[in-house]
T-cell receptor, first 112, second 110 residues
Framework: DGGITQSPKYLFRKEGQNVTLSCEQNLNHDAMYWYRQDPGQGLRLIYYSQIVNDFQKGDIAEGYSVSREKKESFPLTVTSAQKNPTAFYLC???????????FGPGTRLTVL | RKEVEQDPGPFNVPEGATVAFNCTYSNSASQSFFWYRQDCRKEPKLLMSVYSSGNEDGRFTAQLNRASQYISLLIRDSKLSDSATYLCAVNMANFNKFYFGSGTKLNVKP
């Protein structure tokens, strides 16, 4: 089945720890995105990548880092510098030249 | 001003009712518009694209008003299963960067 997978589904982290969220897609999409969603709010863009080995900061990139070494994979690291990391993290992808984005099932991160 | 704004609701309607949501956007250069549906604690799922000429898919109709800079979603003959949060998404021309609204919550009651 084609789609986007994210792991883990739930993640608990102690303050001061870095954690990495996985995002993999087998849709052959060029573009990939990371969003954060807080209760009662819309999606806010953290980072996006239009092509392998290239990525750009979104609106709330501080405290996060990404890599795009493979077309299929776009992992997000939440660093200890992120002040309020507890949130629902969503990965999405889209075809280059097309604009509909498709989402993975998300990772719920809780900082203890 | 936010790039994209929606009435958070909730809209509480009986089964069979017709309900409409609007989504306003701030940038007149925006080129692509979409509606997503998001169930509680799930990921958003693409509902439909919004074309300049409008778009209809069964009970759902989406329209674009460029002059007033808003898009709309009309749901006819509401079903219980339509209960969800509806997010609008707007992006800039030639650029795969989206802005999402905060969503409008719909509750369809028996």
């Amino acid at each position: 089945d084609g789609g986007i997978t994210q792991s883990p589904k739930y993640l608990f982290r102690k303050e001061g720890q870095n954690v990495t969220l996985s995002c993999e897609q087998n849709l052959n999409h060029d573009a990939m995105y990371w969003y954060r969603q807080d209760p009662g709010q819309g999606l806010r863009l953290i980072y996006y990548s239009q092509i392998v080995n290239d990525f750009q900061k979104g609106d709330i990139a501080e405290g996060y880092s990404v890599s795009r070494e493979k077309k299929e994979s776009f992992p997000l690291t939440v660093t200890s510098a992120q002040k309020n990391p507890t949130a629902f993290y969503l990965c999405a992808s889209s075809l280059a030249g097309r604009e509909e984005q498709f989402f993975g099932p998300g990772t719920r991160l809780t900082v203890l | 001003r936010k790039e994209v704004e929606q009435d958070p609701g909730p809209f509480n309607v009986p089964e069979g009712a017709t309900v409409a949501f609007n989504c306003t956007y701030s940038n007149s250069a925006s080129q692509s518009f979409f509606w997503y549906r998001q169930d509680c604690r799930k990921e958003p799922k693409l509902l439909m694209s919004v074309y300049s000429s409008g778009n209809e898919d069964g009970r759902f109709t989406a329209q674009l008003n460029r002059a007033s800079q808003y898009i709309s979603l009309l749901i006819r003959d509401s079903k219980l299963s339509d209960s969800a949060t509806y997010l609008c998404a707007v992006n800039m021309a030639n650029f795969n960067k989206f802005y999402f609204g905060s969503g409008t919550k719909l509750n369809v009651k028996p």
